[in-house]
């Protein structure tokens, strides 16, 4: 998706993976039909080069990289870390690395910065920039979700002047903020609030039904009577389900009660 953005706004650039040729034909409907399609033709113009691993970067090493994933699982965390051990046998002094998807709070400025540090050898701050930006791609179309409001991280006003130059190429409105652990947490905060409305929906749902109620008559005319605004999502989003996670998993060791949790016990059920 960002590769695509990036693209579309004139910047050559490198993606690193793998990707299904055949993916890449508009045969999708919606944001990911025209997401491959569009690399596909950014692919074929050389705007776009595909890399298979991260090593092939170190010949020409780029002074701007992008890391993208979820901090979700272990597993997937133990991807990034890897990934970013690779990257940091090349990079040099003045390279802008930023971090993009969600994660649990305190996740870019411990475990990023740790490992970069440890295996580069460079100061995060002074020798090369980190930034964060809270990027979650729901399936909606480019134009949707580059017209989004963005937000940027990261630890020093040059990383955040950088990371905005550089994402202002993909999104024309970005804030700032030097408060790298609550833009994590605001980057789990749509995605939550949805699943959890989405698990009220159910159980509202399992009400109407018990008592022989139409669910969609009743929502429908609540929602042209303006009794309230529940603000239910229209649509199933799936991947709402990855920041909820997260919050689970930051949640756990301290044994607290969640609604989170519980909601997600719902969804998975219905």
């Known amino acids: 998706m960002l590769s695509t953005l990036f693209a579309e706004a004139g910047r050559p650039n490198y993606l690193v993976g793998r990707f299904d040729e055949a993916k890449t034909k508009r045969t999708d409907t919606g944001g990911l039909g025209e997401a491959r399609w569009l690399l596909g033709v950014h692919r074929k113009t050389g705007t776009t080069t595909l890399l298979s691993g991260v090593e092939a970067l170190s010949a020409n090493p780029p002074s701007i990289i992008v890391l993208t994933g979820h901090a979700?699982?272990?597993?997937?965390?133990?991807?990034?870390?890897?990934?970013?051990?690779?990257?940091?046998?090349?990079?040099?002094?003045?390279?802008?690395?930023?971090?993009?998807?969600?994660?649990?709070?305190?996740?870019?400025?411990?475990?990023l910065r740790q490992t970069i540090e440890k295996h580069s050898g460079h100061t995060v701050g002074r020798d090369v920039q980190l930034s964060y930006v809270p990027l979650f791609w729901s399936g909606e179309t480019l134009q949707?979700?580059?017209?989004?409001?963005?937000?940027?991280?990261?630890?020093?006003?040059?990383?955040?002047?950088?990371?905005?130059?550089?994402?202002?190429?993909?999104?024309?409105?970005?804030?700032?903020?030097?408060?790298?652990?609550a833009a994590e947490a605001a980057g789990l905060f749509g995605p939550v609030y949805r699943d959890v409305l989405?698990?009220?929906?159910?159980?509202?749902?399992?009400?109407?039904?018990?008592?022989?109620?139409?669910?969609?008559?009743?929502?429908?005319?609540?929602?042209?009577?303006?009794?309230?605004?529940?603000?239910?999502?229209?649509?199933?989003?799936?991947?709402?389900?990855?920041?909820?996670?997260?919050?689970?998993?930051?949640?756990?060791?301290?044994?607290?009660?969640?609604?989170?949790?519980?909601?997600?016990?719902?969804?998975?059920?219905?």
């Open 72 to 111: 979700v699982s272990q597993r997937e965390i133990s991807e990034l870390e890897i990934t970013t051990r690779a990257i940091c046998k090349f990079i040099s002094r003045g390279t802008s690395l930023t971090f993009t998807g969600l994660c649990r709070p305190n996740f870019t400025d411990t475990t």
């Open 144 to 181: 949707k979700f580059r017209e989004k409001p963005k937000l940027i991280a990261g630890i020093g006003t040059g990383a955040l002047s950088l990371a905005q130059e550089i994402f202002l190429a993909a999104f024309p409105s970005i804030s700032t903020s030097s408060k790298l652990s």
């Open 198 to 270: 989405r698990a009220l929906e159910f159980e509202l749902a399992t009400l109407c039904e018990a008592d022989g109620v139409d669910y969609s008559e009743a929502l429908d005319l609540n929602r042209q009577s303006g009794t309230d605004n529940l603000g239910i999502p229209n649509t199933f989003v799936v991947r709402d389900a990855i920041a909820s996670n997260i919050a689970i998993g930051s949640s756990a060791s301290r044994g607290n009660p969640s609604v989170v949790r519980a909601a997600r016990r719902i969804n998975e059920a219905g």
